[in-house]
């Protein structure tokens, strides 16, 4: 069974940067588009970034110009590097084996057990 595993989540002020990982328990990188996704508090579920086996990234709107979403397929580890967070980027962080379809992301069945950022002063 495919297994995700979160971690590198914490507390952080404004205007800090955390580096999250993910590692898989199995080979699924090579095959499978990677994503980030975050849930606040009473909030959905959201995407935050994708990235494709070859490499192609994109980023919701609210994460871009200040987060880097990029994998390691020979280690099996997606990384997403946060910068210049802010309070709203607080949530719990989870990250999901995918696939795309006509360039939108589709959840997998493969999802952490997530990692929590708080960002606060």
């Known amino acids: 069974q495919v297994q995700l595993v979160e971690s590198g989540g914490g507390l952080v002020q404004p205007g800090g940067s955390l580096r999250l990982s993910c590692a898989a328990s199995?080979?699924?990188?090579?095959?499978?588009?990677m994503a980030w996704f975050r849930q606040a508090p009473g909030k959905q579920r959201e995407l935050v970034a994708h990235?494709?086996?070859?490499?192609?990234?994109k980023y919701s709107s609210f994460v871009e110009g200040r987060f880097t979403i990029s994998r390691d397929n020979a280690k099996e580890i997606t990384f997403l590097q946060m910068n210049s967070l802010k309070p709203e980027d607080t949530a719990v962080y989870y990250c999901?084996?995918?696939?795309?379809?006509?360039?939108?992301?589709?959840?997998?069945?493969?999802w952490g057990q997530g990692t929590q950022v708080t960002v606060s002063s």
């Open positions: 199995e080979s699924i990188f090579k095959r499978k588009t």
């Open positions: 999901n084996a995918g696939s795309l379809s006509r360039g939108l992301y589709v959840r997998g069945n493969y």
């Open positions: 990235i494709t086996t070859t490499d192609t990234t």
